[in-house]
């Protein structure tokens, strides 16, 4: 079996100078991954929403992504987001509305030319959009098996305020943008973005099963 490695989070330097574009905060996750786990796109512990709402269904992110960018090259991704989410408990919504806020949807940035919708790096690069987000969902379950349930936790992590390579303190929208994103697809944006227990009943598993 395949040794997983944790992702390191370099918390004192995690985001590279943001750029806005047209209100679109644009910032790099600084990750470290190595040995991450194939995705099967199934998985014995079902993907469902967190409190227990119905299971997220990729027609639906792909119809919000189609609303709230028409033409972006995100199309089509629903399908990716819920196979990669499923088994780790993690609300599919919380990756379309991250991409939201870091490129609009793979329209701006630096991301869209190295396949990096939901600005994972610096210096990351995928050989396609399915590629970064199996990296980011791998990168948030490890935020949440260190007990980040909710957006606001995932940004202490992910676009801290205050950090140094943040100078004009663009991070402080990171939580605003994503929240509203993830409440427009039917999110709770205050709530847990986890499936709580069997979230981590999921990842112990995987845990086990690896070492």
């Known amino acids: ?75 089509g991704i629903g399908p990716a987001m819920v196979a990669e989410a499923a088994g780790t408990g993690l609300d599919p919504r919380l990756l379309a509305a991250i991409a939201l806020q870091e490129t609009r949807l793979g329209t701006a940035g630096g991301g869209p030319a190295v396949d990096n919708p939901l600005g994972l790096g610096p210096g990351l690069a995928f050989p396609s959009w399915a590629a970064a987000i199996a990296l980011a969902v791998a990168t948030l379950a490890r935020m949440h098996a260190a007990g980040a349930q909710t957006i606001a936790e995932i940004a202490v992590h992910w676009a801290p305020v205050g950090a140094t390579n943040d100078p004009t303190g663009l991070n402080a929208n990171w939580v605003g943008g994503v929240s509203t994103a993830y409440a427009a697809l039917g999110g709770d944006p205050t709530g847990p973005v986890f499936g709580h227990a069997a979230a981590v009943s999921c990842l112990q598993g995987a845990r086990a099963s690896s070492s």
């Not at 985001?15 to 991450?36: N, S, Y």
């Not at 469902?48 to 299971?55: H, I, R």
């Not at 997220?56 to 919000?64: S, Y």
Request: include cysteine; glycine fraction near 10%.
């Open 1 to 75: 079996m395949r040794t997983l490695v944790a992702v390191t989070v370099v918390c004192g330097a995690v985001c590279v100078a943001p750029l806005a574009f047209g209100g679109i905060i644009v910032t790099a996750l600084a990750v470290t991954l190595a040995g991450a786990p194939q995705s099967t796109g199934t998985s014995a512990c079902a993907a469902t929403a967190p409190n227990g709402s119905p299971s997220v269904q990729a027609d639906e992110i792909d119809a919000w992504i189609a609303r709230e960018v028409p033409g972006s090259p995100l199309a």
